[in-house]
Every structure is written in C-alpha cells, then in structure tokens.
C-alpha cells in the first residue's frame, strides 16, 4: 500500500526522494527490517494470547529426553510467522503482482488448513488433527490454483535467449525488455547442466502437431506434487525447537538470490539463465518471510517458549514450493532443500521397511531408531541444540551448493 502511496508522490507531485520506493533492494530492507520487529514484538502478545487461550502442546510418549517438559507449551506459533510476512508485504509490495498474489493466497491458504488442524488437535482433544485425506485435498486444491495460474495467467512469462538482447529499457526498478521477446512457456531449469532449460511440454512430443497447448496435463499435476511434498516434509521436520524455521530460512534465503537474479535481465544475461519477467517483485515477499522466520526463532529456540504447529509447518513448505515453482528452480528442491527430503525418506523408508519385514519375518524391523531422522539422533543420546546446530550447518551447505549452480554447470 505505501508503495502506490510513495508513487503517486514521486510520478504525480514530484517529491523529492520519494522514488527509492521503486528500488527492489529498498523494499525488501524495509520488510526485513519490520517483519523481524514484528515477529519480535508482538510474538511475544500472540505467545500471551495463546497461554491465555490454553493453547498448549500434547506431547506424545516417545521416550525421547525433555519431551515431557515441552507439554503445554503454546502452539500454533506460526500465527507469529504468517502475521510478520503479510503486513510487511501488503505495505511494501506491489499488490498487483501475480507472483504476490499467489503467495498471500498460498500463506492463507495452507495457514488455514494448519490452523484447523492445529485446533482440531488442541480443543477437539483429537490427537490426529485434520484427517490425512483432507489435508491432501486443500494441498492439491492449492497445487490446482498455483498451476492454473501460472500456466495461463497472461502475465507470467519468460525470456529464454537473453544473451541475445541489444536493447534494453532502463528503470529505477529493473531493467527489462521489449515485450515481443518474452513468452508464455512451461520451461524449467535442470541444475549443473550447460543447456539446462526443459520444457515440460516436449514431454508430449510423440503426440505430433500442436502438442504444446496441452503441456498444462503435464505442468498442473507436477505442480500439485512439489507442494504437497514439500509441505509435508516441512511438517515432518517440525520435531524440535528451532529446526523447521532454521533450515526454511536458509532455504528462503537461497531462493531469494534466485528471485532477485532472474527477474533482472542485466543479471540473468551475465549468469546465462531465464529472464522471468516481473519475479524480482517476490523478492520483497522472501525479505518479509525471511524475518518473521528468524524472529520466529527468538521464541522458537531451544528452549522453546512457543511451537510453530502445523499452521506455521504446512505454511512454510507451502511458500517454498511456489517460489521455487514460479522462479523455474523446482527441480533444484532435492537440493535445496535436502532437509526436507531427507526427513520424509526417512519416514517412508522406516515404514515400508517395517511392514516388509513384519510381513517377510512375521516381526517387524527397523532401520532408524525412530523416524523421522532428527528423532533417530535424539534416541542415540544427542541434544537437540546439537542437532538443530548441525542440520543448520547442513542446511546453508546446501543453500550454498544450490546457488553456486547458477554458474556451476
């Protein structure tokens, strides 16, 4: 909202200084800056409202060390994570972006299937939250809002041949180019190769002529697949303090270099990736998130006075996915965000390995002492600060990797 403000003060009556407003780099400073004072501050008014609300932890029996004394403390923390991104980015953001409107529908949208959950757990007394079946449906009818849109919404397209521009447009903002070279596509980059661009739609080739306007069948169920995945790995990793918005934040971090690069054609031709027409705009969103995660960890720490709970797990893997989607680094998630994957393997893997067993031997077996893997660590006798520690060292590790892949091929 200040940003039309300060625009119609700068284009309209001239006023001197107002035009930073239209620097990217500017924005996102100022939603850094506020989303870290609001999850701060009034954190610690939303972690009162929820003591007074009773709205305390169940802690399962798990035989892990200092689980029965996180019994009671207040969940659905991620109310704190969703209240310090959105009021920076409806100030500071330009609102009529599509890149930002998905988002705030994506931080609304799961933040709404974790808080039903979450209450269903605490003043339902129903320790299974949400049925399983209907989590899938509000991740899938997310995945079906976020593909449709992108793949028909006029105003997301890319630009493939940068190196080959010899004009450009100089603005405050960006620098950008004639608009005939951009184009709708459902192109994607493939991390450490040379020519690393591919096109969904040539997965329907065999189908002859014309095969391109049915690259959608292909795009929108691949879409719904990276966020119910990395949703639920963000969930699963939501086991101790600190974890889940530690390694998110650096994942976000990463993702926000990818943002600012590829929607700016000076860099996107120099780095040799896609010019993504309008994304840098999402940069002011990652600053916004980045901060309210970090603030969120001044509560979140261990020991925590305040868990995110579903409402903050679901909302966080939900944005993840739709940045990396939008900014055409999906299949760099594995990497990205090895955290997450590591986490839900290891929760598949102790299944499927248990009921084989079970079924084989007539007794069931177990790879990890307890999954998913940061518990297995726990059961082995380390702290859990170590461990946060350690995934985050992790974590930043692979958020450096990622990056270095946009030279590295």
């Avoid at 979450?118 to 809002?145: A, C, E, P």
């Avoid at 065999?206 to 929108?220: N, P, R, V």
Wanted: charged residues 15%; proline residues 2%.
């Amino acid at each position: 909202m200040l940003y039309y403000l300060f625009e119609y003060l700068d284009k309209t009556l001239d006023v001197s200084g107002t035009g930073v407003f239209q620097y990217i780099t500017f924005r996102s400073a100022l939603a850094l800056m506020l989303s870290l004072l609001l999850s701060t501050i009034y954190g610690k008014r939303i972690i009162r409202f929820l003591q007074n609300q009773q709205v305390g932890e169940t802690v399962r029996e798990l035989g892990l060390a200092g689980q029965n004394e996180k019994a009671g403390t207040p969940t659905m923390g991620g109310l704190i994570i969703i209240f310090a991104t959105l009021v920076p980015v409806l100030l500071f953001a330009k609102l009529h972006n599509i890149y930002i409107v998905l988002l705030i529908v994506t931080t609304l949208w799961m933040g709404t299937i974790g808080f039903v959950d979450d209450y269903i757990k605490i003043f339902k007394k129903d320790k299974q939250g949400l049925k399983g079946i209907f989590k899938v449906f509000g991740q899938v009818g997310l995945g079906l809002i976020v593909g449709f849109v992108l793949y028909f919404h006029p105003g997301v397209t890319v630009r493939k041949d940068t190196g080959k521009t010899d004009v450009f447009k100089v603005t405050t903002e960006n620098v950008i180019t004639q608009a005939p070279l951009e184009e709708k596509s459902t192109a994607t980059t493939i991390p450490f190769f040379k020519n690393n661009e591919f096109d969904y739609a040539e997965l329907l080739a065999w189908t002859g002529e014309g095969y391109e306007k049915w690259a959608w069948l292909i795009f929108i169920p691949v879409v719904i697949f990276i966020i119910t995945a990395v949703s639920n790995g963000a969930n699963l990793t939501d086991g101790i303090d600190g974890l889940a918005a530690g390694t998110s934040a650096v994942s976000v971090l990463a993702l926000g270099i990818f943002t600012f690069v590829s929607g700016n054609i000076i860099f996107s031709n120099y780095l040799n990736i896609m010019y993504i027409p309008n994304s840098g705009e999402m940069t002011v969103f990652i600053a916004a998130f980045v901060g309210s995660l970090i603030g969120f960890l001044w509560y979140n720490s261990y020991p925590a006075s305040v868990f995110m709970g579903d409402t903050g797990s679901l909302t966080i893997g939900g944005i993840i996915a739709v940045l990396a989607i939008a900014v055409r680094k999906e299949l760099l998630i594995p990497l990205l965000c090895g955290i997450f994957l590591v986490e839900n393997f290891s929760v598949v893997l102790q299944v499927s390995y248990f009921k084989y067993t079970k079924k084989r031997f007539g007794e069931g077996r177990r790879i990890f002492l307890m999954s998913p893997l940061h518990h297995h660590y726990q059961k082995k006798g380390y702290h859990e600060s170590k461990i946060v520690t350690r995934f985050w060292i992790v974590a930043i590790m692979l958020a450096i990797l990622s990056i270095v892949t946009l030279k590295l091929r």
